[in-house]
């Protein structure tokens, strides 16, 4: 059984940094390309950033390019997100998602994702 689990959300200022982690079980961790989404208030959701599997290839949504940072342990099965220099509009609930191939973009709304993370970034 596939399960993610986030952590590490919270309140901050604007300009603030964040580092959300992800624990994964269930299956192969390293076989698979993984992406954080989120879902800002009364949208859909947003595929943020994603990273292949084995090769560390990354890739991000224009508006967090040169702010946020993913990674990934495949030893410990975790997935991370750093986010620096945060702003009002990244306020949002923040998934992490099992992507169906091991590519970095290999997202869509019907993978697997956990419970999610609140950032909330206000003043």
């Known amino acids: 059984q596939v399960q993610l689990v986030e952590s590490g959300g919270g309140s901050v200022q604007p300009g603030g940094s964040l580092r959300l982690s992800c624990a994964v079980s269930?299956?192969?961790?390293?076989?698979?390309?993984m992406s954080w989404v989120r879902q800002a208030p009364g949208k859909g959701l947003e595929w943020v950033s994603g990273?292949?599997?084995?090769?560390?290839?990354?890739d991000y949504v224009d508006s967090v390019k040169g702010r946020f940072t993913i990674s990934r342990d495949n030893g410990k099965n975790t997935l991370y997100l750093q986010m620096n220099s945060l702003k009002p509009e990244d306020t949002a609930v923040y998934y992490c998602?099992?992507?169906?191939?091991?590519?970095?973009?290999?997202?869509?709304?019907?993978?697997?994702r956990g419970q999610g993370t609140q950032v909330t970034v206000s003043s």
């Open positions: 998602a099992k992507n169906w191939a091991k590519t970095s973009r290999a997202w869509r709304t019907s993978s697997p």
């Open positions: 269930g299956f192969t961790f390293s076989d698979f390309g």
């Open positions: 990273i292949a599997s084995r090769d560390g290839n990354t």
